[in-house]
């Protein structure tokens, strides 16, 4: 069955790095997003990519988050500057079409500490 | 803005007994999904509510949809253990994301 992938499974970073969390969605969907999870509370969306571009952004990606569907297979998530406060899991999600008819997938996770 | 309430953010039951998770959202919605996760892993899609009325049932778990009230429950019939877990609903906010509710984390005890 296909599934959405996530590398590393792990990432731990020093403040003020930058990191890059990628995803590579089921292969026939046309719609990626990135949540995260805070250790122990609730999922938050990030955002939503879909035809190359963000359809939506929640206040929490600022202009130190960025994404990308840099080739046919991988979507990512840019932090540029890290914070303590970004230390959280990352799921990737994808979808086939808008959430109207079909669930959004998600991937395994990136636990990113940040120190 | 959406916000999506459940209660109770806290349940421990016994085997074999009955109980029932609510999620309550703000806003006109008619999408409304239930996901279980497992400590340290990912969401698992449990059900797909589409339309007012919509029930749907997977062994011990039955949810319902009642968008008028802007309700859903996720009803646990006969708990065994395998079912602890935490429980999300997320609500599609039609802007093309999902927001979720707190979870349920769920303790099922012998």
């Known amino acids: 069955e296909p599934e959405v992938t996530q590398t590393p499974s792990h990432q731990v970073t020093q403040m003020g790095q930058e990191v890059i969390l990628r995803c590579v969605p089921i292969?026939?969907?046309?719609?990626f997003y990135w949540y995260r999870q805070i250790l122990g509370q609730k999922v938050e969306f990030l955002v939503s990519f879909y035809n190359n571009e963000i359809s939506e952004k929640s206040e929490i990606f600022d202009d130190q988050f960025s994404v990308e569907r840099p080739d046919g297979s991988n979507f990512t998530l840019k932090i540029r500057s890290t914070k303590l406060e970004d230390s959280a899991m990352y799921f990737c999600?994808?979808?086939?079409?808008?959430?109207?008819?079909?669930?959004?997938?998600f991937g395994p996770g990136t636990r990113l500490t940040v120190t | 803005e959406l916000k999506v309430e459940q209660n109770p953010l806290f349940l421990s039951m016994q085997e074999e007994k009955n109980y029932t998770i609510y999620c309550n959202y703000s806003t006109t919605s008619d999408r409304l999904y239930w996901y279980r996760q497992d400590p340290g892993k990912s969401l698992e899609s449990l059900f797909v509510?589409?339309?007012?009325?919509a029930v749907k049932q997977e062994g011990r778990l039955m949810a319902s949809l009642d968008t008028k009230a802007r309700l859903s429950t996720l009803h646990i019939t006969a708990a065994v253990h395998d079912l602890s877990a935490t429980y999300f609903c997320?609500?599609?906010?039609?802007?093309?994301?999902?927001?979720f509710g707190a979870g349920t984390r769920l303790t099922v005890k012998p």
């Open positions: 999600a994808s979808s086939y079409v808008r959430t109207s008819a079909y669930e959004q997938y």
């Open positions: 292969s026939n969907h046309l719609y």
């Open positions: 509510l589409l339309s007012n009325g």
């Open positions: 997320a609500v599609d906010n039609r802007s093309n994301d999902m927001r």
